[in-house]
Structures are given as structure tokens and as C-alpha cells.
């Protein structure tokens, strides 16, 4: 068993092989922050890394495209920025007094560079359908356990700190949290790349209001109104990006065509599918297969959005009514038409979709259900049951962002507010 790296087992003899040789200091124009200087040493090194590599090719907001055409930017872009505000914060809060060594500051920002390598093809909409009971972030742990191994230990503090097991918990808010780097980062991103106004918010004013109190991450009230803007931003873009009805559609389509075809492969069915898509369409992997079959691992890292695009092109003639009616819909852009309300649909109204989808699309009884479904989606701008957002005030005394706040509508952005949606195909 090796000492610092506890949670690895059965690993390959020969680690990953990277490229070792010292680079000289980079620098890369970011579209929001401007020219931004990449950190020398194993920062550099894991950018460069082919897991890492492979963020460019996984889109950050899925299918959000087909309705924001803008939205093309990717999880490598989204790394990359949250990189950097990372580092600005922990600039700032050294000038104000806090003391973070230079160890600290580099396993934070290895934290919050890894955080979202354990994304599969299109983000968040397949993270359910490629496999079973396992989180994105689980999945990131995993890499950075790998990677852990593969240096010889130097991921351990960044690992500790992205676990929330290290005793310094304000580096771990920073890395995830209701007010994190993260957040901070994909909101204005998205947001440029959308070119949906509402989400844009001052990352850079917010990143110099914070402050850390008895080892929490605080807010200084001169930055009560950013971080108000920082939270109806949120919400707005949950509703009007994140959650946008057509955006809804089109990955439900998405994931009711890996369903299908995850139905057939397990009938017998030949299916034409990438490799690395392939393995995943025809096995049932959940969080402790990761764990115990180190390969698989290594399979998810050759997995992208590429596989799954290319897999439906194809199967768009393939002979299943269903596998094929879908993926040619979505190709072009022939969406399902989605309904979104407060409360759940009325029976009778679904029945009359179902059967105006028979007569229309010409789609058998028993197939319907790939057709015409309901669900719902949720939405948490603010959790005050979890690490909440106090504003340092200027007597010393510590307040939560909702009661800190003159604004009385800032109290109704808590709780999860639920909505419902119908999609069905257009007559």
C-alpha cells in the first residue's frame, strides 16, 4: 500500500506516461478575463494531461446550443476560468491578512482545475444515462485519485481539500460552495456565450469582497449588492438557460435515445456505436465497478461528445422506428414541443397528445412513451440549510445574505421550487 495515496488499488504497474520536460511560463487570451498566465510546474503539467485534454471536447452546456446558438464553449474553457479566478482570490485574501502558504494555494488551485474532469459527453444531460449511481464529482475524485498516483502524491492536499476533509474548511467553500469559483465563473461564461444579459454579474468585485471569519468565507457588506446580483442572476439563468423549455426537449431527447438504444444492445440488437460509447451502451456500470475495475476508468476518458454524435448520424437510419425517429429529429433540430408549469399535467391532456402523436407521426400505441412524457425539473437558487453566504459587517458581526439584504424578495429565492413539463411531438 503506498502512504499517501490510500484510496488506490489494484492500479496498473506503469502509471500514464505524460510528458515531463519544464515548459516555460504560457499565457492564453480568455474571452472574459483577458490574457491569463497558466501556472508553471504540475498545474501546467495536469492542463496538459490527456484526461484534461479532453474537457475541450465535452460542451458546457450540453444542448443548449440548439437554442442559443452561441453556446459552444466547453468544460476546458469553464476549467480554465475558474482557474484563474481561484488564483485572484487567493491573492486577495492574503493582502487582507489571511494567511494561505504556498502549498495551499497550489492544491486549491489543482482542486478547482480537476473539479469537472469527471464530466461525461454533453455535461449534465447524460450523466444519468452512461452510467448508473454516480455523480460527475465522484467520477472527478476518481481522476484525481489517478492522477494522485500518477504523481507521486503531490494531488493529496487538493484531493483533501476537494473532499472538504481538510481542517482549513474556507479553501474547501471555495472550491464548492453556494458562492464558489465555480458558480462565479459559469454564470458570466455562460452567459457571454449565451448572450443572455441577465446572467452577467462582477466576479472581479465579488472575488475582492471576500474574506475569511473563524475559518469560514465571508462577504464584506460594501459587497452585499453583488452578491444580491450574483444570486437573481442565478436563478435567472436556471430559468432562462439552464432550464429552458427547448433546452429541456432536446437533452430528454438525447437521453431517451441512449435509453432506447441501451434497450435494444441488451435484446440482442446490433448497434452501431464509437468503442468507447459502445462499452457504455452495453454494460451497466455503476460507482463501485469504477472503483473496483481501474480500466474503466481509462474507458470514461476516451468518452466525448464526438462518440455520441457520431453514433446517432448512424443511427438515424437504423431500422427501429423509435432509435431512428429521434435521432434524426434531433440532428435537425426537429424538436419535441415542451410544455412548462407549476403544477402536474392533466391526464386527459397527455392522453390527447399521445393520441394526436399516432395519428400525426404515425408512431405505434407501444411506442408512445418515447414520445410523449412528462417530468419535472427543480431548482435551488438558495439553500439556507446548507454552508450559507454571510455578509461581514461592519461591526464584526456575521449575517446571512438573505436577512443582511434591504431587498425583501431576496427571503423568496429559498427552498426548491418545482415545475413540471410535457413533451410531445408537434402536430
Known sequence: MIAWSANIKNLPLSPVKTNRIAKKSRIFNDPLYGFVSLPEGIISDLIDH????????????GMTNLVYPGALHTRFHHALGAMHLMREVVESLR????EISDKEKEAVTIAILLHDIGHGPFSHALEKSIVDGISHEDLSALFMDRLNYEYKGALSLALSIFRDEYSRKFLHQL?????????????????????VSEGVISSDRIVKMLHVVNDELVVEEKGLYSIEKFLISRRLMYWQVYLHKTVLSAENMLVKILARAKELCAKGEDLFATPALD??????????????????LEEFAKLDDHDVIASIKVLSDHPDPVLSKLCSWLLDRKLLKTDLQNKP?????IKKQQEDAV??????????????FSDHVT???????????NILMKDGSLIDITRASDQGYLGGIQGVVKKYFLCYPKA
Do not use: A, C
Open 175 to 195: 472550491v464548492s460552495s453556494q458562492l464558489d469559483m465555480d458558480r462565479l465563473d459559469y454564470l458570466l461564461r455562460d452567459s457571454f456565450f449565451t448572450g
Open 359 to 372: 395519428g400525426s407521426h404515425k408512431i405505434d400505441k407501444k411506442n408512445i412513451k418515447w414520445f410523449v
Open 379 to 389: 431548482n435551488e437558487t438558495y439553500g439556507s440549510d446548507k454552508i450559507r453566504i
Open 279 to 296: 462499452l457504455f451502451l452495453k454494460n451497466k456500470f455503476s460507482k463501485k465497478d469504477f472503483q473496483k475495475k481501474k480500466v474503466l
Open 345 to 349: 399535467f392533466d391526464e386527459r391532456f
Open 50 to 61: 490527456p484526461w484534461f485534454q479532453r474537457l475541450r471536447r465535452i460542451k458546457q452546456l
Open 95 to 98: 493582502n487582507k491578512g489571511v
